[in-house]
């Protein structure tokens, strides 16, 4: 979809963002696919990549995705994804002293995608008609100058490079006990049998791995939190004993802290005060 944006002829300053994450109060951040920022609009570009046959559900909200199999399946619905997201622009952007509406866009990737109900007021369209749709999209009134659109750049950039969503079940409000634990593939995440001490095998795929230890605590430290504790590393692992994580956990490369029951480890790149 990018290639087909650069194609376009825009005669105006234009920014282009992807895979943009912004901040709007200390613990609530939203992401947008592609964000485009003109002295004449704002707007927001959701890509979906959908096949066969979808249909719009307007109550509640929903997308029924129709496969040629016969089979479907609920999806949330993009555009009122786009309109949250237009929503929390609008306030990001007034927290700066602009204030403006922006706009959204749906673009189906697959071309051959079929659309049903599509409602009426909101754009869809397929990738290869996004330089027809933006060369269209040309309001007369300028709504931010240069100077507004390289400070914001500047804004979008930083916030981008600070961004952390890890550990990821906070970031997506999952409960982490509901993660499935024990060693597991890194291939199919099926449950390792262990073949002898040093190497560890897949009965579905087939693949072997020799430190599979090593991966349930890069897992722990993405997934769950930026610590581990010996009883949450026998939890995780499915260890028999305490023992047993504390040689892992020794052997990690972590950062061993405090004492006795109260001992816990953290990443060694990670600063601790």
């Given at each position: 979809m990018?290639?087909?944006?650069?194609?376009?002829?825009?005669?105006?300053?234009?920014?282009?963002?992807?895979?943009?994450?912004?901040?709007?109060?200390?613990?609530?951040?939203?992401?947008i696919?592609?964000?485009?920022?003109?002295e004449?609009?704002v707007?927001?570009v959701?890509?979906?990549?959908?096949?066969?046959?979808?249909?719009?559900?307007?109550?509640p909200?929903?997308l029924?995705?129709?496969f040629?199999?016969?089979t479907?399946?609920?999806?949330?619905c993009p555009?009122?994804?786009?309109?949250s997201n237009?929503?929390?622009?609008d306030?990001?952007?007034r927290q700066?002293?602009?204030?403006l509406?922006t706009?959204g866009l749906l673009?189906?990737a697959?071309?051959?995608?079929?659309?049903?109900?599509?409602?009426?007021?909101f754009?869809?369209?397929?990738?290869k008609?996004?330089?027809?749709y933006?060369?269209?999209l040309?309001?007369?009134?300028?709504i931010?100058s240069?100077?507004?659109i390289?400070?914001l750049?500047?804004?979008?950039?930083a916030e981008?490079?600070?961004?952390?969503?890890?550990p990821l079940c906070?970031?997506y409000n999952?409960?982490?006990?509901?993660?499935?634990?024990?060693l597991?593939?890194?291939y199919?995440n099926r449950?390792?049998?262990?073949?002898?001490?040093?190497?560890?095998?897949?009965e579905?795929?087939?693949?072997?791995?020799?430190?599979p230890?090593s991966d349930?605590?890069?897992?722990?430290f993405?997934?769950?939190?930026?610590?581990?504790?010996n009883?949450?590393?026998r939890?995780?692992?499915?260890l028999?004993g305490?023992?047993?994580?504390r040689?892992?956990?020794?052997?990690?490369?972590?950062?061993?802290?405090?004492?006795?029951?109260a001992t816990f480890?953290?990443s060694?790149n990670r600063k601790?005060?």
């Amino acid at each position: 979809m990018d290639t087909y944006i650069e194609r376009t002829q825009i005669t105006h300053l234009t920014k282009i963002f992807t895979d943009v994450h912004l901040r709007i109060s200390p613990t609530f951040t939203f992401q947008i696919d592609t964000l485009i920022i003109t002295e004449r609009y704002v707007l927001i570009v959701e890509v979906k990549n959908l096949k066969d046959i979808v249909r719009f559900v307007q109550n509640p909200p929903h997308l029924e995705q129709i496969f040629e199999t016969g089979t479907e399946a609920i999806l949330d619905c993009p555009i009122h994804q786009i309109e949250s997201n237009k929503s929390n622009l609008d306030e990001w952007f007034r927290q700066r002293g602009i204030h403006l509406k922006t706009s959204g866009l749906l673009v189906l990737a697959n071309q051959k995608t079929k659309v049903k109900d599509a409602p009426s007021d909101f754009p869809i369209i397929y990738k290869k008609q996004i330089p027809f749709y933006l060369q269209k999209l040309q309001p007369a009134e300028t709504i931010l100058s240069t100077a507004q659109i390289h400070d914001l750049a500047r804004e979008i950039h930083a916030e981008k490079q600070h961004f952390n969503p890890f550990p990821l079940c906070a970031y997506y409000n999952i409960d982490h006990r509901e993660l499935k634990t024990g060693l597991l593939c890194r291939y199919c995440n099926r449950q390792l049998q262990r073949e002898n001490r040093e190497k560890w095998s897949c009965e579905l795929c087939g693949k072997n791995t020799v430190n599979p230890y090593s991966d349930g605590i890069k897992d722990w430290f993405m997934l769950v939190k930026n610590s581990i504790t010996n009883e949450e590393c026998r939890s995780f692992l499915k260890l028999k004993g305490s023992n047993a994580a504390r040689y892992i956990l020794s052997k990690s490369g972590l950062v061993k802290k405090g004492r006795s029951k109260a001992t816990f480890y953290i990443s060694s790149n990670r600063k601790q005060r």
